[in-house]
Nanobody
Framework: QVHLVESGGDSVQAGGSLRLSCKISGYMRDTFCMGWFRQAPGKEREGVAAQYSAGRPKYYADPVKGRFSISQVENTVYLQMNSLKIEDTSMYYC??????????????????????WGQGTQVTVSS
């Protein structure tokens, strides 16, 4: 069983930065797809960023390209968020699924394709 725990969410002003963490515990296959998603009230959960296994390749949604960065150190996956905008306000979740590289490239942004989820961490960006 894989257990994911997010942390790092906070309230910041527009233009600021945050780093979210997702600690992985339990058994995880060597090859997996690791993603960050977000969901605002009344909206669908959307993929923000993902990476395959050891960290390459990486995938980003268009709204966050150039501002967000996903990385991993040992059993913790990070989402560095810079130049935050009000529209980045959301609950952020990390998710994982055992996968091949092709599977990750095709489905990295599809929430239903992930098996394991954290409880979420709130990010609020204000003007």
């Amino acid at each position: 069983q894989v257990h994911l725990v997010e942390s790092g969410g906070d309230s910041v002003q527009a233009g600021g930065s945050l780093r979210l963490s997702c600690k992985i515990s339990g058994y995880m296959r060597d090859t997996f797809c690791m993603g960050w998603f977000r969901q605002a009230p009344g909206k669908e959960r959307e993929g923000v960023a993902a990476q395959y296994s050891a960290g390459r390749p990486k995938y980003y949604a268009d709204p966050v390209k150039g501002r967000f960065s996903i990385s991993q150190v040992e059993n913790t996956v990070y989402l560095q968020m810079n130049s935050l905008k009000i529209e980045d306000t959301s609950m952020y979740y990390c998710a994982a699924v055992p996968a091949t590289g092709d599977y990750c490239s095709m489905f990295w942004a599809t929430a239903l394709r992930y098996n394991y989820w954290g409880q979420g961490t709130q990010v609020t960006v204000s003007s």
